[in-house]
């Protein structure tokens, strides 16, 4: 090992950093100190009643024990850990309180964190200026204060030798710091790290913003790809009657442009959503509902779609989150009719007391009777959010026919 390698922990800045983090344990103990030396006064002091002194040092001692066991005490103390100790601890899981574990472990940190700290501030208040001392007398400076005191086997004639124990101490003082806090970065994540309780519910949050994220991906799938199949339909019979019929062509055109204004507009709120779950704060996604049903249809017609719509019932019944997921898969299917059938699509909706039932059906195109049990991303969509509702769905070839069929329960989602 090198004298360069021997030295390197003295003049690291994580040694300075830790040296900062255990004198913050001692300046927190110096409350604790004082209440130790009054009580110690106190039971030297036979004027005072030995009964009043012992009830008292029981209240204090309760108080003094109360902050080790606090919630946000451990979390002042992860906060330290991370700025000076550059240990990665993650919070406490929001909302979680801390079990009689996670409690036990960390009340058993602080008070070695006060402990060693008083140590560590008292060495330095008595060793470092002896230290110095020793080192200075070297130079003439400060001889008063060692030429007359013995310092065991050494006097103050024994200059040199006291020189040199002034540097041991400073750099046995520098090696005890650099180790007391090698060894507090690698019991913080023993004694303040996430007991098991945390930690499945930190994978519990993770796992519901993941599945946010994947709902409003799929939100974001549904309503752009709906629009970007409109403005296609449009776009292409707009140029089969380009020199024929301009008033056709305009009321196209116009279509398209709302359709690309509706997806920009939905393109940005969901996105703003995805960045919202990221940083952990609350979104609400896009409220499309069986109310917005008949726009639904009539842009679908405009885009050249024939659409037979019959509906039964009252959409009040429906709770919220069905009338969404309806809304939803009933874009989806039309989408779906819209790129790869053929011919009109028949959509009924039968809002009944404890569930909605829908069914769409339209004609199969080419691409379905050569594949007719392939999927789609948008078929996949349709199947996550009826079993998310506990329903049931057939979906696939009827005949001649594209089959769409789905019951969506209200009891789950109430």
Known sequence: MTLRAALAPLVAGSTWRRGVFLLLGGVLALPYGVLAVTFAQMLTDSEIPRPLVYVLLVVAALIAVVPLLLDGSR???????????????????????????????????????????????????????????????????????????????????????????????????????????????????????????????????????????????????????????????QAGAAREVLDTDPEFVRRALTAIEDAGRTAMDELDHVLGLLRETGSGRPSVAPQRTLADLDRLVTDARAAGLTVYDSRAGDPAVVPAVVSREGYRIVQEGLTNAARHGHGPVTLRLDLQPDALELEMANALGRQRRSEPGRGGRGLDGIRERVLLLGGRLSVGPDGDRWLVKARLPYEDAR
């Open 75 to 233: 979390a002042l103390e992860i906060a330290a850990v991370r700025a000076l100790l550059g240990v990665d601890l993650p919070d406490p899981a929001p909302g979680h309180r801390g079990d009689r574990e996670s409690r036990l472990r960390s009340a058993l940190w602080i008070a070695t964190h006060l402990i060693v700290g008083a140590v560590v501030m008292t060495a330095l208040f008595s060793a470092l200026p002896m230290a110095l001392a020793f080192i200075a007398q070297q130079f003439g400076v400060g001889d008063e204060l060692t030429s007359q005191e013995r310092f065991g086997p050494l006097n103050g004639r024994d200059s040199g030798w006291l020189t040199l124990a002034g540097v041991a101490l400073l750099v046995g003082l520098g090696y005890a710091v650099a180790g007391l806090g090698a060894l507090a970065v690698s019991m913080a994540p023993v004694l303040l790290g996430p007991a098991q309780a945390e930690r499945i519910a930190a994978l519990e949050a993770r796992a519901t913003r993941l599945a946010e994220r994947n709902r409003l991906a799929r939100e974001l799938h549904d309503s752009v790809g709906h629009a970007l199949t409109v403005a296609t339909l």
